[in-house]
Nanobody, 127 residues
Framework: QSQLVESGGGSVQPGGSLRLSCAVSGLSLNYYIIGWFRQAPGKEREGVACISVSDTSSYTEDYVKGRFTIFRDIAKNTVYLQMNSLKPEDTAVYYC????????????????????WGQGTQVTVSS
């Protein structure tokens, strides 16, 4: 059974850091791209970052570029989102998602492309 489980969320002050984990089971990161998405209260879900099957290609959206980093541990079949210099506007439920692809260097932050989703983890940035 395919499953994605996020963890690592919590409450942090502005300027702080968190590392989110997305533990993947039933799917191999050798065949699936992973994306991170977030949904703030009253807003639509938006893409944050993604990582390709090759692990050498990743993408982060402009609004988190330079602060967030996506990376993975293939041995643990886990993808991480390191979030630094957090801002109140980063407050949201964060989701990871998986999509099978044959393109080795491709990834996407378009949520319509993703078939498997985790349950989400809450991140709150507040003083």
């Amino acid at each position: 059974q395919s499953q994605l489980v996020e963890s690592g969320g919590g409450s942090v002050q502005p300027g702080g850091s968190l590392r989110l984990s997305c533990a993947v089971s039933g799917l191999s990161l050798n065949y699936y791209i992973i994306g991170w998405f977030r949904q703030a209260p009253g807003k639509e879900r938006e893409g944050v970052a993604c990582i390709s099957v090759s692990d050498t290609s990743s993408y982060t959206e402009d609004y988190v570029k330079g602060r967030f980093t996506i990376f993975r541990d293939i041995a643990k079949n886990t993808v991480y989102l390191q979030m630094n210099s957090l801002k109140p506007e980063d407050t949201a439920v964060y989701y990871c998602a998986a999509d099978r692809t044959s393109a080795y260097y491709y990834c996407s932050t378009n949520e319509a492309e993703y078939d498997y989703w985790g349950q989400g983890t809450q991140v709150t940035v507040s003083s």
